[in-house]
């Protein structure tokens, strides 16, 4: 490391200024594109911005590195408040970056200060992200909080069509699902997959936001042709396969009064979660067996093996994204099964006999010599395959 850098990195001044006066370039940076403000950044040492603003004039306080972070933006995402506060007396560009890092972070007050600096709170990153999508999928209620008190839309949508409604539904954030439904966030909008945050909540399971989302008056009547196929997929499948069940309300015949939804804690509205200890567990092997081991037919014939019938399979192919949107359609279709498995069976053995049964046999042998390899990490017998 030159001399320079290796001074700041340990915080000496004196050293600093004694190379500065014997001409070594202040503004000198390593391969990575590091000057000394970066490397105080990264080592949370004030002092030397400090060193900087008093006796360096004109010091590029914006030179990005090699990965297009500046001082500023390492300081945010790091979480070093006083390095904030003085690189933004040293007036150091906001940008975008640095709201993204310090909302996906959580670091409150550092998001606050570059707030009141006025930075552009609804700036987007190149997915299109706010500061407010990155704060709700990280699950940073307060951080949340302080963007809704600071008007950050609550309707902008990523380049996927996604509003922070639908980060909060897959991200499992019921408590920020109501925090951007009493700031006024659509809870009906659809994405570019024509999902709306009630279709991405049951797919994936979230019962507490799923119940979320109908005592916020979700609308499960949906109006355009591809979305009630999709509602037939979550209505027919859920009830198909007990993934969820209401004791007084009929969430899913599409009926449901008001007073019943919002009575939240006297045991009228109930969701049912998966009742396997393994569906952790199971997702990863399901997702691999969709995008990777499946052909592209062999989804439905196993969906066809566990009795879906015609109106489940062109519900769940309905939402076509591409040549592989069969990879995603079979994961989805895995996970409705899984989920409405009976707590009794044993899910790797079910998988393995459905397998045979669609004459994918060798596949069916390396899933079950894979999860009996990792079979001794699980407590439960349960996981086992009967060999």
């Known amino acids: 490391m030159n001399p320079l850098l290796w001074a700041a990195s340990f915080d000496h001044q004196e050293a600093l200024q004694l190379l500065i006066k014997n001409g070594v370039n202040a503004t000198w940076a390593n391969k990575q594109g590091a000057t000394l403000l970066h490397i105080a950044a990264l080592n949370n040492h004030p002092t030397i911005v400090q060193f900087v603003r008093d006796s360096l004039e004109d010091f590029p306080v914006d030179s990005a590195d090699k990965n297009e972070k500046t001082a500023l933006h390492l300081a945010a995402e790091r979480g070093h408040e006083d390095i904030v506060d003085k690189l933004l007396a040293l007036n150091a560009d906001t940008g975008q970056t640095a709201v993204h890092l310090a909302a996906r972070h ?3 007050d550092i998001l606050r200060k ?3 600096k006025g930075i552009e709170i609804d700036d987007r990153d190149c997915e299109g992200r706010t500061a407010l999508h990155l704060a709700t999928e990280r699950g940073h209620t307060e951080l949340v909080k302080l963007l809704l008190s ?3 839309d609550v309707n ?8 922070p409604m639908h980060v909060a539904a897959v991200s499992n954030q019921p408590a920020i699902v109501r925090q951007l439904h009493l700031a006024g966030c659509d809870i009906n909008t659809t994405n570019h997959r024509i999902q709306t945050p009630l279709h991405e909540a049951i797919e994936h399971g979230f019962s507490g936001v799923v119940e979320e989302l109908l005592l916020a008056g979700a609308d499960i009547r949906l109006k355009e042709k591809a979305q009630e196929e999709e509602m037939v997929n979550i209505v027919q499948c859920g009830e198909h396969h007990h993934c969820f069940y209401g004791a007084t309300c009929n969430v899913f015949s599409g009926r449901h009064d008001n007073t019943t939804l919002n009575t939240r804690n006297n045991g009228t509205l ?6 396997h200890e393994s569906t952790e567990y199971m997702k990863e092997i399901l997702w691999k067996l969709a995008t990777k081991q499946l052909r592209e037919q062999d989804w439905k014939r196993l969906a066809f093996h566990w009795r879906f019938d015609e109106s489940h399979i062109k519900a769940i192919e309905h939402q076509y994204t591409g040549v592989h949107s069969y990879k995603e359609h079979g994961y989805r279709m895995l996970l409705i099964w899984l989920h409405g498995l009976k707590k009794e069976k044993n ?3 079910e998988l393995f006999e459905a397998l045979v049964a669609i004459d994918r046999r060798e596949l069916a042998e390396h899933v079950r010599q894979k999860a009996n390899l990792q079979v ?3 407590v439960s017998p349960r996981y086992c395959l009967i060999s």
């Open 156 to 163: 902008a949508e990523t380049t996927q069509g996604n509003t």
């Open 376 to 378: 001794e990490k699980v």
């Open 150 to 152: 600071s008007h950050a």
């Open 347 to 349: 899910p790797m053995k």
């Open 270 to 275: 109930q969701f049912k979660r998966p009742d």
């Open 114 to 116: 570059l707030i009141l």
């Open 106 to 108: 959580g670091h409150l």
